[in-house]
């Protein structure tokens, strides 16, 4: 079934952000590659607020509220907005962590969802199932970020000596 196969995602996504970004040190949590990149604090910020105002939001909107303007959203302004970086991961953390446990526990709550009713979205029509997957997605779009982050702060670390013989990045 399309949403006991995507929940198990979910869960497992949960598992693998929460290890990629603990044990980590307060600098690291906090640490920007340039002015561009994210934080690790800050991924984790922007998967909370994504998880409690965007993915579970609009499915709501999508499956129940379908003549309904979806609420907006800034996903890249609440970074700087919302202050991030200034937040604790391990408060931010655990503040994802209970938002994908509420939004399991609300899908698991759906009965008999339409996965293929459509939005009529800014962008054009979307179906419920599209929004279930690209949440899949957008975890593992942010679990290689939280990667990539490991890898450049690592290899600072190990100057003056180069990470060659791990083999291409």
Not at 33 to 49: F, Q, R, T
Not at 80 to 101: D, H, M, P, T, W
């Amino acid at each position: 079934m399309l949403l006991d196969r995507f929940t198990t995602q979910l869960v497992e996504n949960e598992h693998r952000i929460n290890a990629m970004a603990s044990g980590v040190t307060d600098f690291q949590a906090h640490w920007k590659p340039d002015d561009v990149v994210w934080s690790i604090v800050e991924v984790i910020n922007h998967l909370y607020d994504e998880e409690r105002l965007d993915f579970r939001v609009r499915i709501d909107y999508t499956l129940h509220k379908p003549n309904k303007d979806w609420p907006d959203i800034d996903p890249e302004g609440w970074v700087i907005e919302r202050e991030y970086n200034k937040r604790g991961l391990s408060v931010s953390l655990a503040n994802f962590r209970a938002e994908r446990q509420a939004s399991l526990a609300w899908l698991e709550s759906l009965s008999t969802p339409d996965w293929d009713i459509s939005y009529q979205a800014p962008f054009g029509l979307i179906k419920a199932g599209n929004l279930l997957a690209a949440w899949v997605a957008h975890d593992l779009l942010h679990l290689r970020q939280l990667i990539d982050l490991q890898w450049v702060y690592m290899l600072k670390q190990v100057r003056p000596y180069d990470v060659r013989y791990a083999g291409e990045w």
